[in-house]
């Protein structure tokens, strides 16, 4: 339990040191994706490309090239507009490395309900060390 607390405790330090510390302690996104339901880009950093995966045979999946390799990144994806434009239902996500390469994020959005493969806007941070 002590071990817990040590970690809270300096979580909470580093967020009372204030952005510029805490940014460049922890690592600001070296990329980002804000992503359109229908896979246009809406903003990013660092982006090549965003193509509907494997041929686009089916709904939600999608490849999202970065212009660097992201060997030894940590990355996150979350559903939602990435712009001021109101709340997208509830749905899944999830985010891979694309099999093969080293430079992109292969993601599957999922229909909240029937679980079923279903585009949505979604948004993608990389950090890297």
Request: charged share 15%.
């Amino acid at each position: 339990m002590s071990k817990l607390f040590a970690a809270l405790a300096v979580s909470a330090s580093l967020l009372m040191v204030g952005p510029s510390v805490a940014g460049s302690a922890l690592g600001a996104p070296s990329s980002a994706a804000a992503v359109d339901l229908d896979g246009a880009l809406i903003n990013g950093i660092g982006v090549d490309s965003v193509v509907r995966a494997n041929g686009g045979a089916k709904d939600g999946q999608w490849a999202v090239k970065f212009k660097r390799d992201l060997t030894g990144c940590v990355w996150t994806g979350s559903i939602g507009y990435g712009r001021f434009r109101g709340f997208f239902p509830p749905n899944f996500i999830t985010v891979s490395g694309l099999f093969g390469t080293t430079d992109t994020l292969y993601v599957e959005t999922f229909n909240g309900k029937s679980r079923k493969e279903q585009d949505a806007p979604f948004t993608l941070i990389v950090i890297c060390g």
